[in-house]
């Protein structure tokens, strides 16, 4: 007689993550809930005139209490469509970049021009260990001196088959570009958009303290370059510790062996129109001050031409364009509803009777910790509003003469605004960081899970920075 077969209980399905926009939706409830239970106030603002032109700042010490303002239902589903629209510029920033690289890989000259670069670091393995160093310096440069953020969006789709090709995986890829922009941004030394404006409102030197921004920048560079190369040689040694290993997978395989598609003409000339319009970006930056929306022209015009470049004809070029720009448009909602978070926080007004509290309760605290607090507070508003010039806006006014009460510098004030941009990456409500993650897709707990460890030391490094402002140095007026 045969043994009784036994069966196996299947195993329980492994707990996923709930979708991005899940968690910003459940977000914008939680702001709602806090808009009830916190008292409505404002401050008074004025006009004010600063390195990058006339900015509306609060007054501080005209802070008072308002009728409670009390939002429901209709505001929570409407501040998503306010989103939108807040979020207009953004959103065809992002359409548009979809559909343009879209257009561009369909070309084939993507592929070709990776390839080729691979090809050429092979037969050289000194110049291959350089490619993560010397690609995110340029980048960190770029996000120190000019504000470099939404312009490394393109750059993600160009980077992550590189990195594939290098034998690393879609995160290193998306490193490169990313972190190197956000570590420049967070450590710079000239960034109009964040040390520009602050120091303007705070009544400092423009770029004064460069000295010791500078140094920040180096380490600040440094270290998210030297976890990034860690990283990269341990999931070259073993692809499968990637978090998005089986996205990879899916992607299909990259290696600096296989052969990639042949050079003709068209190709050829695809890159060289990309390169220009790159190199046309950075001047138009630099030079004529251009915002999201000269750059979407440019990339619009850019993927039009690439087309007609590329061979393709009128209907497939508008056919390509338009599935790209689809592919952005999880994207596109994630942006509108982080938005909603700060609509819901401003129609009720409790953003500037939080700013009031936390800074009352600042003033009891040790020096030191008040350098380190305001990181935190400032981190704190940065998850609802990423932009850097309506952040020193909100809260310089506030923030340069509170630090005169507690006996820090003004200099140093600044310095915690623009440290709390290296929270920035891990951010659901960051239009940046989802763009990125957009473009790359690769969904945003994966990403968060590989980059918190890194925003532990980035954080504890921040706190470590703001003790020699505090202690040894004296910027500028207090």
Not at 1 to 12: D, I
Request: aromatic share 10%; hydrophobic share 55%.
């Amino acid at each position: 007689m045969s043994a009784p077969e036994t069966t196996t209980p299947a195993a329980p399905p492994a707990r996923q993550m709930p979708h991005t926009l899940v968690i910003v939706g459940a977000l914008i409830v939680l702001v709602l809930v806090l808009s009830w239970l916190i008292p409505s106030g404002e401050y008074q603002r004025t006009a004010v005139e600063t390195s990058e032109g006339i900015r509306k700042v609060t007054i501080p010490g005209t802070f008072h209490l308002v009728p409670k303002v009390l939002l429901g239902l209709q505001a929570l589903l409407l501040a998503p469509i306010k989103g939108f629209l807040d979020g207009s510029l953004l959103i065809c920033f992002l359409l548009v970049i979809g559909g343009t690289f879209a257009v561009f890989q369909e070309t084939g000259a993507v592929e070709s021009g990776i390839c080729g670069l691979t090809d050429v670091l092979a037969r050289r393995p000194a110049l291959k260990g350089l490619v993560i160093p010397v690609l995110m310096t340029v980048f960190s440069l770029a996000g120190g001196i000019f504000g470099m953020a939404e312009e490394i969006i393109p750059f993600v789709i160009i980077f992550i088959p590189l990195a594939r090709r290098l034998g690393y995986d879609s995160i290193v890829g998306i490193c490169i570009p990313f972190l190197g922009a956000a570590a420049g941004f967070a450590a710079a030394f000239f960034n109009p958009f964040t040390v520009g404006i602050a120091q303007s409102i705070a009544g400092l030197p423009l770029y004064s303290g460069l000295a010791y921004r500078l140094v920040t920048w180096v380490i600040g560079t440094t270290v998210v370059i030297t976890y990034v190369m860690l990283y990269a040689h341990r999931v070259k040694r073993d692809p499968t510790l990637s978090p998005v290993y089986d996205l990879d997978l899916e992607r299909g395989s990259l290696s600096e062996t296989s052969a990639g598609p042949a050079w003709d003409a068209r190709k050829v000339a695809a890159l060289v129109l990309f390169a220009g319009c790159m190199l046309l970006l950075v001047v138009g930056v630099l030079r004529w001050k251009w915002y999201m929306e000269e750059i979407a022209v440019l990339f619009f015009g850019m993927g039009i031409a690439l087309g007609v470049v590329g061979g393709l004809s009128p209907s497939r070029i508008a056919a390509v364009f338009v599935v790209g720009a689809k592919d952005m448009v999880s994207v596109v909602f994630i942006v509108a509803c982080a938005r909603a978070l700060l609509i819901i926080a401003q129609d009720a007004r409790i953003m500037d009777t939080m700013l009031f509290a936390a800074s009352k309760a600042m003033a009891m605290l040790p020096r030191v910790v008040v350098a380190q607090v305001m990181f935190l507070i400032q981190s704190g508003i940065n998850f609802l509003i990423h932009s850097g010039t309506a952040q020193a806006a909100l809260t310089m006014p506030i923030m340069a003469p509170l630090s005169d009460l507690v006996g820090v510098t003004r200099q140093t004030a600044v310095y915690a605004f623009q440290l709390c941009e290296f929270v920035n990456p891990i951010l659901p409500t960051s239009a940046v960081t989802m763009g990125v993650l957009g473009a790359a897709k690769i969904p945003w707990d994966k990403w968060a899970r590989w980059f918190l460890p890194l925003l532990v030391i980035l954080v504890l490094l921040s706190f470590l920075l703001l003790i020699p402002p505090v202690l040894f140095f004296h910027w500028g007026p207090a």
